[in-house]
């Protein structure tokens, strides 16, 4: 049986939810039954973030390199967006879950966007569990969109270029109300980052596993949870310092969390 520490579970998890092609080609399926599956595995993490009140969770759904893709799958993952989302909505409202949008806006077909959006509106007053889709996303383009928006502010007049410090520019990134993430989870067993969280990863604790995002469900998940509760955070300092202390480790650019103002997104 899984024991955890719920004092030491992570306040922000992010995944990235590799393998279902894989899955559906072991079971000679079309790769697009992969991701139907995978729909149902993200229902099943969303739910248990909800019973461990983990209050966020962000999700790679379709990055910059995913437009390499054939069409057709393309095309398909985009309509298993769309029905997702807006078949999800009255369950999302009802838990009091919020989604937002990380990614560009630019390039995401019409209907899904108009989903999203929606989705995004409906849902903007919640805090129970915030739900980051990451959509169109890449990381590094994250960063220089965040370095755009900042040299607008500095030719604007509302900041100076001195201003710029690490904890400033986080704010600028889709994630900008979000702490830190934790835990990085991969399944499907690459180990790399894939332009997700570029920024954001700095102090993340890595996980990755073999098995294939549609079997990666509530034993899965707690088992990743299990890991990481048996990691050391050091954040810089040496395990004694750690360990004498009592308070848990505090990130070393924690930010006091206040949204930009007029910063011409509304992620
Ligand atoms: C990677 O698997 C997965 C994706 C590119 C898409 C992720 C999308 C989902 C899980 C669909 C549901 C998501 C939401 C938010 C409803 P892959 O196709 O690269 O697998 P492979 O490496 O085995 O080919």
Redesign the pocket.
Known sequence: MVRLDPDKLPRHVAI??????????ARLLN?VL???E??N??REVVRCCMELAIPFLT?????KE?WK?PAG?IRA?WE??RR??QS?LPELVAREIRVIHLGDTEGIPHEVLQELQTAVDATAAFDRLTVG?A?NYGGRQEIARAARLFAMDVLNGKRQSADLTPQLLSRYLFTGEFPEVDLLIRT?G?RRVSNFLLWQLAYTELYFTNV??PDFREPQFLEALTDYQQRERRFGRTGEQVRAETQPAKLVDERTVEPLENTGFTH
């Open positions: 990235i939810m590799d393998g279902n092609g894989r899955w559906a080609k790769r992969g991701h139907e995978g729909a595995s993200v999700l790679y759904a379709f990055s995913n893709r799958e993952l298993l967006l997702f989302i999800e889709l959509i499907g690459e294939l995002w």
